[in-house]
């Protein structure tokens, strides 16, 4: 039947079934995504077998009974896209009874426990929130109802329960605001503010003066100042999510709902269900639907509704960040475009976010994929940010306009790519007529210093004049600055002893570096106090010696750079040697790669001293 019908054959069969089935339930909405969602399915269980089943196979291996674990199945399930069934007949093994029960206890062992658990504010007032009933609120007055000792800070006094608040504690996948909060005449800091319970908790710093007993602390009138500057750009960056959800539904289709997001002060993310990966052309579409709105000055209401109500007037696309609990229900709507339950802060205007920014986008796990985006001040420094490194490549690579970049850069890196290209053909000859050379010299044993600066070239070509060089009993030796590569014909060098040496000088070459280090700390140290001591003679004369220390420094980093392979922190690896035969014969030679050398000269002595000769390579 799929050999009659196709794909276009088959979702025209489902839309005859969606007019048979009108004539019971009612005409359908459109649903544009319907047909490429199947057609992407559709090709992802045809092509199962590839990818999938590849990383489904490594896992296998990786197991020395060849059993899957219970991770091992979600993992293929979560982040392979696998179905069970699959999982099961590829691996021939039962689907675990308990896989879901497992599944889920995971999900919810990632939650992050709450403060209520280390703070009761069961017996307290609840803390009236300020920042509901006006936006643009950021200084205010109140009374302390508690003060707590931080169990997270050495049971300090730092934890402040106020009457009202204008603070916005963490919730919604919002942060909270910051601010400060006047004591008795004094000025703390807040950096954290949780909402637990009915109450507000306002972590301060520094913590509140010792007091034998902290209810004396109840009544005291306070003054607080929210920082605007940073609830601003909270609040921005949480409109924009509305908008850039509804902008993605818009763009990609209805199947679109939010599967998670996060409001920062430098960004904010949206996870959305999605069936693949957004193109270039998506995301330039959501982003210039996403300013639209913006641009067309949409009212923001926002108010509070029972719980029933608002579910009979927007039905449960009200539940974008999850159901809330309660009767009562805080409706953020955006008029025409998108009515959630949200109770974090929003503009009164969709002008207010000022300009939307998509800055990346990718998928988290199948079926999800997540946006990166700023608004506000922030989408303004992205949008500079951006056109400043435009303006520089137009200036470095000397061209008219921004328009030239693309078509630039693509000559550049095809060059590139034909340059390397070349080279590697070019390194290759060389290193075919140098062997040649090799085999045809009289010399027995020889060692050459290269400039390649991995040892691949050598790895990949020897091993074809292994069993010529075994037969003439010849020793080669490669040395860069970093690594080795020698192919050992006879027994003239002990493998053995050659690791123990390259195992010692790598130490002895660690401590040398540490040495030299300590001493140039203390001659630096020592030229800034005589510095200090001694007053300029001229400006002239300082620049000078500013510029000879800075040349001193340059070359005493890349002298250390050359001595030790991979510079400062080159010393800290391990010196690694492979011996192994070169072949899969019996009269191969052996070859030995050394890597993270620590330094070249030595290696080149002890050759030397073993019987080999230096060559120019």
């Not at 091992?72 to 691996?91: T, Y």
């Not at 303004?380 to 435009?390: F, R, T, V």
């Not at 080279?423 to 075919?432: F, S």
């Not at 037969?471 to 860069?480: C, E, F, I, M, T």
Request: glycine share 8%; aromatic share 8%; net charge neutral.
């Amino acid at each position: 039947m799929w050999d009659k019908l196709g794909m276009k054959g088959f979702l025209e069969l489902f839309e005859k079934h969606k007019v048979d089935l009108a004539t019971i339930y009612g005409p359908f909405d459109p649903y544009p995504s319907f047909g490429p969602v199947i057609e992407l399915e559709y090709e992802r269980w045809r092509s199962t077998g590839s990818g999938q089943i590849t990383a489904l196979n490594k896992i296998l291996k990786q197991r020395k009974d060849g059993k899957l674990t219970i991770d091992d199945w979600i993992v293929l399930m979560e982040s392979h896209g696998l179905p069970e069934d699959i999982i099961a007949k590829e691996s021939k093994q039962e689907v675990p009874g308990n896989l879901y029960v497992v599944w889920e206890e995971k999900k919810e062992s990632l939650v992050v426990a709450q403060p209520a658990v280390l703070y009761s504010t069961e017996d307290l007032p609840e803390t009236k929130p300020m920042y509901y009933l006006d936006n643009n609120l950021f200084e205010f007055n109140a009374e302390i109802i508690a003060v707590f000792p931080n169990v997270q800070s050495n049971n300090t006094p730092s934890i402040v329960i106020l009457d009202q608040s204008v603070f916005y504690p963490t919730s919604g996948g919002q942060e909270h605001d910051t601010g400060m909060l006047r004591i008795d005449g004094r000025e703390y800091k807040v950096v954290d503010a949780m909402k637990v319970g009915p109450c507000v908790l306002h972590v301060i710093e520094p913590p509140l003066p010792e007091r034998a007993d902290l209810n004396s602390w109840k009544g005291v009138t306070i003054f607080g100042k929210v920082d605007k500057d940073r609830r601003d750009q909270l609040r921005n960056n949480h409109t924009a999510t509305h908008i850039v959800y509804s902008s993605c539904r818009k763009v990609l289709g209805e199947h679109v709902w939010q599967h998670g997001a996060k409001k920062s002060f430098d960004q904010a993310h949206l996870d959305i269900t999605h069936f693949k990966s957004l193109s270039n052309e998506e995301v330039v579409a959501i982003q210039t639907e996403a300013n639209r709105v913006v641009q067309r000055c949409k009212e923001i209401n926002k108010g509070f509704m029972p719980k029933d109500e608002a579910e009979k007037k927007y039905g449960f696309h009200l539940y974008q960040g999850g159901v809330v609990p309660g009767n009562e229900l805080r409706v953020v709507d955006i008029n025409g475009t998108d009515t959630e339950a949200c109770c974090g802060t929003h503009c009164d205007n969709t002008a207010e976010v000022g300009c939307i920014k998509i800055l990346k986008t990718g998928r988290v796990s199948d079926g999800i994929v997540r946006l990166y985006y700023v608004a506000g001040e922030n989408a303004l420094k992205a949008i500079q940010s951006e056109e400043s490194i435009l303006r520089q490549l137009v200036q470095t690579w000397q061209i008219s306009t921004k328009e030239d970049i693309v078509p630039t850069g693509a000559r550049f890196f095809d060059g590139y790519k034909k340059g390397e290209t070349r080279m590697a053909k070019q390194a290759k000859k060389i290193l075919e007529l140098h062997m040649k050379a090799v085999l045809l010299d009289d010399s027995k044993n020889v060692v050459f210093r290269v400039d390649e600066p991995v040892p691949s070239i050598f790895i990949a070509l020897m091993p074809q004049y292994s069993a010529e060089m075994k037969a003439k009993g010849k020793n080669v030796a490669y040395v860069g600055t970093n690594f080795a590569y020698l192919m050992l014909g006879d027994g003239t060098l002990n493998t053995k002893e050659f690791e123990e040496f390259l195992q010692k000088d790598f130490e002895e070459g660690k401590d040398r570096k540490d040495k030299k280090n300590k001493r140039e700390k203390g001659e630096k140290k020592g030229d800034k106090e005589e510095k200090e001591k001694k007053p300029e003679k001229s400006s002239k004369a300082s620049h000078a010696s500013v510029e000879a220390k800075e040349k001193q420094d340059a070359d005493g980093g890349a002298a250390g750079k050359d001595k030790g392979g991979k510079g400062e922190k080159g010393g800290d690896k391990k010196v690694k040697t492979i011996v192994r035969p070169a072949g899969k014969g019996k009269d191969d030679s052996i070859c030995v790669t050394v890597t993270n050398l620590a330094t070249n000269n030595t290696l080149v002595e002890y050759l030397i001293s073993k019987g080999f000769q230096e060559d120019e390579y």
